[in-house]
């Protein structure tokens, strides 16, 4: 989930993986394997992406839409 938020993201603000990488700390690769959902982010990439992003961590992680309503997940 996280990651096809991620890669939804980067598309809509037309920024790059090492864009992303380099504004929060990260590695491009590190990155990659998110956006590709190969690994899961650890709680403060997270945080780091929300801020970056301007959204919240719930959304990022498919909690809640981008009005900031919960997700019902069942």
Known sequence: MFGNILKTLLKE???SQSELANKIGYSQ???S???NNQT???ETAIKKCAKF???SADYLLGLEDESGSKINIE
């Open 13 to 15: 603000k037309h920024i």
């Open 29 to 31: 690769r590190a990155v």
């Open 33 to 35: 394997k998110w956006v």
């Open 40 to 42: 899961e982010p650890t």
């Open 53 to 55: 992003f301007d959204v």
